[in-house]
């Protein structure tokens, strides 16, 4: 968060405990004008620093109750292209390049088993993946994709 105000991190940090309160509640707990608060606001959706907003919602509630992190070796000269590719997938909920082993960590969540192993067979079907490792989440402790300032 280098080259950002002081008040910009503020900001950030109040959208993540709760996006949705009113800009009047917001500015009175920063102590900044309404105008002040939308002007920063909108300078950081322009400058893509706040990207969206969303819910937090519980993927288990949903029925997700399996999540897997699955390690990618893609063919020589076409990780981009796979990562793009499985970055569609519906159930797909994180794609990192990074280095190591292994070229891409998939994080994705399923209802059952059965749709696992759909998933992982569509990727070595691929053709531009020369193998997969993947891993079963046992417990999680932490998931908060939130970054607060």
Do not use: W
């Not at 993946?129 to 993947?134: A, P």
């Amino acid at each position: 968060m280098e080259g950002l105000k002081e008040t910009d991190k503020k900001i950030i940090k109040e959208l993540g405990v709760n996006c949705r309160r009113s800009l009047r509640t917001m500015s009175r707990k920063l102590g900044i004008s309404v105008t002040t608060l939308s002007k920063r606001i909108g300078q950081m959706e322009k400058g893509g620093i706040i990207q969206g907003y969303s819910a937090v919602i519980d993927p288990e509630k949903l029925g997700y109750d399996l999540t897997a992190a699955i390690e990618i070796v893609a063919s020589k000269g076409k990780l981009i292209e796979v990562e793009k590719e499985i970055a569609k997938n519906h159930n797909v909920f994180a794609v990192y390049d990074m280095t190591g082993e292994t070229d891409a960590l998939v994080l994705a969540r399923f209802r059952k088993r059965s749709d696992l192993n759909a998933f992982v067979k569509s990727l070595l079907a691929m053709g531009t993946i020369e193998r997969t490792n993947t891993h079963i989440v046992l417990n999680i402790m932490k998931s908060d994709p939130r970054i607060m300032a």
